[in-house]
C-alpha cells in the first residue's frame, strides 16, 4: 500500500532517509554532539540538505541511563520542532517518543509522524495521534520496557514474533482512529534482539514488506553491524550502508540514519539501477 506523511504521497517505490537528531547528552553515537539547542537546529537544517525525507528527533537515550522526565524531554525537542518547521514548511517532521504527553504538545506544533520506539507502552499515544492526524511508527522491543536493554531473550521463530507484534501494534492503531495510510511498521533491529536475531529480522524483511504495512528500519550503526564485522561505532557506515542495501531489495521504504548524505547516495543508486530515478547526468561515451 502507499503511505502519507505530512504533506507527501508515497507509492510502493519510495526510498526515504529519516535523519535522526538527538537532543540527548549521551546518544551512543554522537555522544551528546547535538545537545545544545544551536547544535540540534543547526544538524536538522543540515541533514534536509543532505537529502534527508524525514527528521527524527528525539529527546530520550533509548537505552539504560539518566531519567528523563515528559517535561524534560518536551523542553529539549519542542524547540527543535517550531525551528524545522518554520524553515521548512513541506519537510516530514518526525519525534521518537513513547510518551503520549510529549506527542500531544509535539503534534500541536507539527509534528507529523510519531515514532514511538516502544512498541505502545503507554497506550495513549494512540489516542493523541489518532486526534491530531499524524502518523504513528508501530515498533517491536520484545515486550521490554523502555529504555531496557534485553538479556538473553529468546524466540522460537522471532520474525515470526515480529510480524504479529507489529501487525498487531498497527490493527490496534487503526481501531483507536490513527489514518491506515499514515503507518509504519519498525521491527526494531537491537532492541529485544541479539545480533544473530537482527541478521535473521533482516535475512526476512520480505516476509514483513508482505504484510502491506510500509516498513521502517533502523539499522544506522547499530550494535549487530559492529559485532557483525567486529568494528567500533565510528567504524560501522560500510556495513550500515550495505545493511541498507539489501533491506530496501527486501522491501523496506523507510531508512533512519546518522549518515545521511551516504545513506541518500546510496538509495539513489539502487533507485538508478532499478530504473526508478534516471541518471542525474550522463555524458560519458555521448559527447
Known sequence: MGFRLGRHDYDD???????????????????????????????????????????????????????????????????????????????????????????????????????????????DVLTVTARSGAGLVCSHVGGLAPRTDPHRVAYDDVVADVVATVTGLAE????????????LIDPCHDFAKNTYHSLEVTRRLDELAATGWPVLVALSNKDFIGESLGVDRLERLPGTLAATVYSALRGAQVFRAHNVRETRQALDMLAVIRGDLPPKRTLRALV
Open 13 to 123: 517505490h519510495a526510498l526515504l532517509v529519516m535523519a535522526i537528531v538527538n537532543r540527548t547528552p549521551d546518544s551512543f553515537y554522537d555522544r551528546g554532539e547535538t545537545f545544545e539547542l544551536r547544535a540540534a537546529i543547526d544538524r536538522a537544517r543540515r541533514v534536509v540538505d543532505e537529502g534527508a525525507d524525514i527528521v527524527d528527533i528525539g529527546g530520550v537515550k533509548a537505552g539504560p541511563g539518566t531519567e528523563v522526565s515528559a517535561a524534560e524531554e518536551i523542553d529539549r525537542v519542542a524547540p527543535v520542532v517550531e525551528a524545522l518547521r518554520a524553515a521548512f514548511p513541506d519537510v516530514v517532521i518526525s519525534v521518537d517518543t513513547y510518551r503520549a504527553e510529549v506527542a500531544e504538545v509535539v503534534t500541536g506544533l507539527g509534528c507529523d509522524l510519531v515514532n514511538d520506539s516502544w512498541g505502545g507502552a503507554d497506550p
Open 172 to 183: 490496534r492503531a487503526v481501531a483507536a482512529g490513527v489514518r491506515r495510510d499514515g503507518i
